[in-house]
């Protein structure tokens, strides 16, 4: 390759080497394509692809704080004594 990573690729090369730039991508991983020496484009795997495009199933809400990173961190959170509000309508 021309660029110092493994699995960076210049425009030019990658269009001549495109079969084992899809090869490099599905055996080895994410590969960057640099035009003027900066990222352009990365060619992933479409496995790769699906995981981080597709979003999971929507739980319930109590799923969704169950699943917090705070979730059994001992966190309390002390309700204000104000009560019910009054709202003029």
């Given at each position: 390759?021309?660029?110092?990573?493994?699995?960076t690729w210049g425009v030019a090369e990658a269009k001549n080497r495109f079969s084992e730039l899809i090869e490099q991508a599905?055996?080895?991983?994410?590969?960057?394509?640099?035009?003027?020496?900066?990222t352009a484009v990365v060619v992933v795997d479409a496995i790769t692809w699906q995981q981080a495009?597709?979003?999971?199933?929507?739980?319930?809400?109590?799923?969704?704080?169950?699943?917090?990173?705070?979730a059994g961190s001992g966190l309390?959170?002390?309700?204000?004594?104000?009560g019910l509000r009054t709202v003029d309508l």
């Open positions: 390759m021309t660029t110092s990573h493994a699995n599905r055996r080895v991983g994410p590969q960057a394509i640099t035009r003027h020496g900066k495009t597709t979003r999971p199933p929507s739980g319930s809400f109590v799923d969704f704080l169950l699943s917090s990173p705070l309390e959170i002390d309700r204000l004594p104000a």
